[in-house]
């Protein structure tokens, strides 16, 4: 039996990473999911409940005939990001694809520019951005020793657009879209330094997305009067499309807007 590709997905315990981590399984990757959350039931915010976690994930992705490593990881922390990585080598010995998925979740994410505590800001900007590069870093030797690999960074269109409103009331906090605008560069640079030597790299923009955390947690009320929300399935396929098709080159280096692409091929049917 041939060897099958190896893909790492973080935060996929929910969201746009559980449907990533689905998408390339349906597509024939055997999948590392990392997260926070391993058992149903564990991820919470104060006394709310969130849906989702890694075990259901991993039952998902075996349903689909892949196999299944079940990492935790916390975006925010960097030894947990490389024992992580050394765990995905040591266990299937390579890394094809990599989706940087996992956000930074704490606080300080709706603060107004008066209210921004610098060390928050730091820390959003770490998980959000460095540890980001921290894990391209990590990945990048192994796919240029092959001669190929796909990375796919999850960006935001708060780093593109005015927000509609302030913070907490449908905008967003400098905080975060600061953190998400230096993400986006990631692609660009790593594509002038690497596309000559195979590596893929993407932006996606997955647009206004309402994911279980959203609606367990009603923030998607906040945005509702401002944007129309679709769901993970949407930027999970499109990543799922640029991992596997060389139609996605036209894209490399560039923001992927994911509800345009979705809509353009089909992606998810019955969705407009």
């Not at 790593?190 to 955390?213: A, K, L, M, N, W």
């Amino acid at each position: 039996m041939a060897e099958r590709d190896v893909a790492m997905v973080t935060g996929a315990s929910r969201g746009i990473g559980r449907c990533a981590a689905l998408a390339l399984a349906k597509r024939g990757f055997d999948v590392v999911i990392t997260a926070r959350t391993v058992h149903e039931g564990d991820g919470r915010v104060g006394n709310v409940v969130l849906p989702g976690s890694l075990d259901k994930t991993a039952e998902e992705i075996s349903d689909l005939g892949a196999r299944v490593l079940v990492v935790p990881m916390d975006v925010t922390d960097r030894d947990s990001i490389r024992d992580a990585f050394d765990e995905t080598i040591a266990a299937w010995g390579r890394l094809d694809v990599l989706v940087n998925n996992a956000p930074y979740s704490g606080p300080g994410t709706d603060a107004r520019v008066l209210d921004i505590d610098l060390g928050v800001a730091a820390r959003i900007l770490e998980a959000n951005h460095l540890n980001q590069l921290l894990l391209v870093q990590l990945a990048l030797p192994g796919m240029l020793e092959r001669g190929r690999g796909t990375i796919v960074n999850l960006g935001s269109g708060s780093a593109l657009v005015p927000p509609p409103a302030p913070a907490g009331e449908g905008g967003w906090s400098l905080a975060y879209c600061a953190s998400k605008a230096a993400l986006h560069q990631v692609a660009v640079v790593v594509d002038v330094e690497f596309r000559q030597s195979g590596i893929r790299c993407f932006t996606v923009e997955p647009g206004y997305t309402v994911t279980e955390r959203a609606l367990a947690l009603h923030t998607e009320d906040a945005y509702a009067a401002h944007f129309h929300g679709d769901p993970p399935e949407v930027a999970g396929e499109v990543i799922g499309w640029l991992a596997t098709e060389d139609d996605g080159d036209r894209f490399l280096g560039r923001i992927v807007h994911a509800q345009a692409l979705c809509r353009k091929y089909n992606l998810v049917p019955g969705w407009s």
